[in-house]
């Protein structure tokens, strides 16, 4: 999924300096935002109160969207460096189509990871023969130093664990948890489970991990505080397990990793080090062929936005 923002603002992020190393309970509403002309997706990273949860620095949660007389979701071709996508659908279809020649149709529960590497471009849209119901979470990870420059490579993997214990079902989208791993491709340590619950439950953590819970629909309670759909809730570190209650048969999506030490600059849709390396990538997607071509998708690629007119600079990392 592409930032269609025509203005992307400079996320500066990465390091310790944003990082709770306590237990905190920070609640993070979505700021809607357009994604096409028929898609608002409510984004919650980077927002002004959290720019990262590990090494996720990406969330965007869209529906559930009643597009059954809709052309649902359409997001032309366009870049990505220095990241992995993680695709995940709660109800509907997606078909993925990249410049390596991947053509995959996504479906809930199953996972699409795109690893950017050091350049990839891709298109996102609701299939002709749709279902009426859209509702999943686009995310992006930042990709470590040393493998941002990686071969660029594109997994769907349909078999993914599930951990049960009474009213929960946790399915482990990335990373791993309690023992079961994803076998999606991971660069530094971190989770993404989608959790089903209903009632009270409680979930083990890593306490050098830093987490945050999103809930997608439902009635949910995260350590006592109601998180309406919609919104996240930062939980930092120092947990060995989180209290979870659902009123309602709930759906909630877990977030978590090692606070990304790395200082990084991210504009659009791409990740890197410096203002210059932002801007070479820029203008190879506009002038060059370092992208590749996305075939099969019928309309026109996005354009690149403007660059901003101050310097693209890495600090560190912001709450």
Known sequence: MSDLDIRPQVTSCGGRA??????????LPGRETPLGNDTVVRRLLPTLGRRMVGAWCFLDHYGPDNIAEQPGMQVPPHPHMGLQTVSWLLDGEVLHRDSLGSVQTLRPGRLGLMTAG???????????????????????????????????????????????????RATVIMGE??????PGTAYTPLVGADIALSGDARLPL??????????ASGVAFVDGVEVPPGSLIYLGC??????????????LLLLGGEPFEERIVMWWNFIGRSGEEIAAAREDWMTGDRFGAVHGYRGARIPAPALPPSPLKPRGRER
Do not use: C, K, N
């Not at 493998?147 to 009213?167: I, K, M, N, Q, T």
């Not at 890593?206 to 999103?214: H, I, K, M, Q, R």
């Not at 120092?238 to 759906?251: D, H, K, Q, Y």
């Open 18 to 27: 944003g990082v709770a190393a306590t237990p905190v309970r920070e609640l």
């Open 238 to 251: 120092g947990r060995t397990e989180l209290a979870l209650r659902a009123a309602v048969p709930s759906r």
């Open 206 to 215: 890593e306490p050098d991990f830093e987490y945050a819970v999103l809930t």
């Open 177 to 182: 948890m309690a023992g079961a791993a994803s």
């Open 118 to 168: 050091r350049a990839i471009a891709h298109s996102e849209e609701s299939p002709a023969e749709h279902a009426p119901i859209l509702h999943g979470a686009q995310l992006w990870v930042a990709l470590p130093d040393a493998a941002r420059g990686v071969a660029p490579r594109w997994e769907y993997h349909d078999a993914l664990p599930v951990l049960e214990d009474g009213g929960l």
